[in-house]
C-alpha cells in the first residue's frame, strides 16, 4: 500500500534535490508508528488507572488524609520524572528501539507486583517503577514516530502516539467500570473495605496493565531504530534501507542529504550544547509548552475524577460510569484533533484550547462556587475534557517531538518532558491541597487564569511547523 504526497517541501531546502511525488509505502509507516504508539497506550492506562482504584484501595490501606491521598496518586512522578531524565542520555547512546522495549518490561513487571502487593510502601515502590516507565515511553514514543516520519503526514503520526494515549485512558476507565462490582448507595468505609472492591478488584484494575504491555514488548521487537538516530550514530547505510523502504530511493537520498549538515557538529549533546544561547530559547519554548499542558488542570479530572464528580452530587456508581463517558469524549475529540493538526495547524489549535479551557474552568468555578450538581456539571467537565483533547493533548506532543534539532533532540526532549513530570508532579500533589483549602471553586479558577497566560505566550512565542521537515524547522528556529 502507498500513499502519494507533493515532494515540494522537501525541496525547498538550499541545494536539495527536487522531487517531484514520493510514494510511501503507507501500510508499513502506520505499522510502526502503531507499535511505537503502544507506549502511548500503556502511558495512559497506567496513569489514569489509580483514579478508579482510588476508592478502594484507600480503604484497604487506611488512608485518611489529603497528604496521603495526594502521595498515593502522585508518587509515580517521581518515576517519571527520573525516567524521563535519563531517557535522553540513555536513548541517545543505546537508541530509540532498546529503550522502548525497556519501558515495556517495566509496565508489565510493575503492574503485575501493584496487583499483589499487602503493603502501601510496596505499592508507592512499585508505582514510582511504573512511573519510570511512562516517564520512558512519553518521552521516546513520539519523538521515534517524528524521527521516522515525512514531513508531509508527520503531525498526523505523533497524533497517533496522544491516540493511543487517550485509548489507554479509555480502556482504563472501561476496565475499572467493568472490574467494579456495584456498590450501594451510603456504603460505609468499613463496607467498600471488606467488599471484592476493596479486597480484590482494585488489584485487577492495575494487573490487567500486563497484557498490552506484553504486545506491546513484543511489537517493538518487530520495527526498525529510528533512520534519524542511526545516521547521527555512524551507520548511514542502515538508516538509507529504513527510508528506501519508507518512500523509496530518492526520498532516501533527498533525506540523508537533509539530515547530515544537521548532525555535523559534536555528536553527543552536552549540557554546554543545551545552553547555548541559539538554542536556549526553543528550549525554553519546548519546555515552557510541556509545562504549560500540564498545568491547565485537565488531569485532575483523571486523576481525581472520584472527587470531581462527587463534589458535584454523584455516588461511586455513577462516578464510574461517568469516568467512562468522560473517556470516550476524549477518544472521539482526539480523532478531530488528528484529521485537523496537520490541516488547520499547531498554532491555531494550540491556541483555541487555552482560550476555551480558561472559558470553561471559569464558568466550572461559577457552577462550584453555587454548588451546582447533576447534568450541568457533567456537561462542563466534558466540554473541558473534548476542548483539551483536540487541541493541547496532542499538539504539545507534536510540537515538541519536532522543534528541537536532530543532535540535541533525545537531550533537549528529555528535558522537556522532565519538566513536564515536574509540572504534573506539582499538579497532582497539589490538587486534592487546594481543593481542601480554597474549594473547588477557587481551584478551578486558579487554572482558568493558568489558561489565560498560556493562551497569550502561545500567541506570542509559537511559530506554526506544519508541513515543514525536521531540518527546515531547525533552520527557522535555530540561527
Known sequence: MTHYVSGESTARAAGAIEIPAVH??????????????????????????????????????????????????????????????????????YGRKLLLLLSALLFAGSSLAIAMTNSFHTFVAWRIAGGIAIGLASNLSPMYIAEIAPAQVRGKLVSVNQLTIVIGILLA????????????????????????????????????????????????????????????NG???????????????AYATQTLTEIEPTLSEEASASLRQLLDP??????????????????????????????????????VSDIL??????????????????????NAGRRKLMLFGSAALALIYAILGIGFHLHGQGLYMLLLVIAAI???????????????????????????????????????????????????????????????????????????RLPETKGKTLEEIERSLVR
Request: proline share 4%; hydrophobic share 55%; with cysteine.
Open 24 to 93: 510511501f509505502n503507507s501500510l508499513y509507516l502506520w505499522t510502526i508508528s502503531l507499535v511505537a504508539a503502544l507506549g502511548g497506550l500503556l502511558f495512559g492506562y497506567d496513569w489514569v488507572v489509580i483514579g478508579g482504584a482510588k476508592p478502594f484501595y484507600e480503604k484497604y490501606f487506611h488512608l485518611t488524609d489529603a497528604s496521603q491521598q495526594g502521595w498515593a496518586v502522585s508518587c509515580a512522578l517521581i518515576g517519571c520524572l527520573f525516567g524521563a531524565m535519563i531517557s535522553g542520555t540513555l536513548c541517545d547512546k
Open 173 to 232: 476507565q472501561f476496565m475499572n467500570w467493568i472490574i467494579a462490582k456495584p456498590v450501594p448507595t451510603g456504603a460505609s468505609a468499613l463496607e467498600i473495605l471488606n467488599s471484592w472492591n476493596g479486597q480484590t478488584g482494585w488489584r485487577w484494575m492495575f494487573g490487567v496493565t500486563a497484557v498490552p504491555s506484553l504486545l506491546f514488548f513484543f511489537g517493538m521487537l518487530s520495527v526498525p531504530e529510528s533512520p534519524r538516530w542511526l545516521a547521527r
Open 235 to 249: 551507520k548511514p547505510e542502515k538508516a538509507k534501507r529504513i527510508l528506501q523502504r519508507l518512500g523509496g530511493e
Open 278 to 315: 541559539k538554542l536556549a530559547g526553543v528550549l525554553l519554548l519546548g519546555t515552557s509548552l510541556a509545562v504549560f499542558q500540564q498545568w491547565c488542570g485537565i488531569n485532575v479530572i483523571f486523576n481525581y475524577a472520584a472527587d470531581v464528580f462527587a463534589a458535584a452530587g454523584y455516588n
Open 321 to 342: 460510569l461517568n469516568i467512562v463517558i468522560t473517556g470516550a469524549v476524549n477518544l472521539i475529540f482526539t480523532f478531530v484533533a488528528i484529521a485537523m493538526v496537520d
Open 386 to 460: 473534548a476542548c483539551y483533547a483536540m487541541s493541547l493533548a496532542p499538539v504539545t506532543w507534536v510540537v515538541i517531538s519536532e522543534i528541537f534539532p536532530n543532535r540535541i533532540r533525545g537531550a533537549a526532549m528529555s528535558v522537556a518532558i522532565t519538566s513536564l513530570w515536574i509540572a504534573s508532579f506539582v499538579l497532582t500533589y497539589t490538587f486534592p491541597l487546594l481543593n481542601q483549602g480554597l474549594g473547588p471553586a477557587r481551584t478551578f479558577w486558579i487554572y482558568a487564569a493558568i489558561c489565560l497566560a498560556g493562551f497569550f505566550y502561545i500567541r506570542w
